[in-house]
Nanobody, 120 residues
Framework: QVQLQESGGGSVQSGGSLKLSCAAS?????MAWFRQAPGKEREAIAA???????TYADSVKGRFTISLDSAKNTLYLQMDSLKPEDTAMYYC?????????????????WGQGTQVTVSS
């Protein structure tokens, strides 16, 4: 059983930055960040494998950076150049399925989420 706890969300103005954290208890393999805006479907935005290979959705490529501190078993998402359309609940998740990517159905364990609000 894996437990995931996100933190670091908040409110920021357009163009600003936030860094999200996801503390994991238990073994992990692929880890990823997802988000869901009100009235929209959940969207996969970034994934990282245990060898540090990463995958990004086009909507965040070049602005967001996913990283993993294996010693702390903590996943991060550095979000720069934030836009109002980045406003959403952000979730981390982990998967033991391969390949490690952005397929939501492959992820087994999910956190409760942390809210990010970007104002214009």
């Amino acid at each position: 059983q894996v437990q995931l706890q996100e933190s670091g969300g908040g409110s920021v103005q357009s163009g600003g930055s936030l860094k999200l954290s996801c503390a994991a208890s238990g073994d992990t393999r692929c880890m990823a960040w997802f988000r869901q805006a009100p009235g929209k479907e959940r969207e996969a935005i970034a994934a990282i494998d245990s060898d540090s290979s990463t995958t990004y959705a086009d909507s965040v490529k070049g602005r967001f950076t996913i990283s993993l501190d294996s010693a702390k078993n903590t996943l991060y998402l550095q979000m720069d150049s934030l836009k109002p359309e980045d406003t959403a609940m952000y979730y981390c998740a982990t998967s033991f399925n391969l390949p490690c990517g952005l397929d939501q159905g492959a992820y087994d364990y999910w956190g409760q989420g942390t809210q990010v609000t970007v104002s214009s």
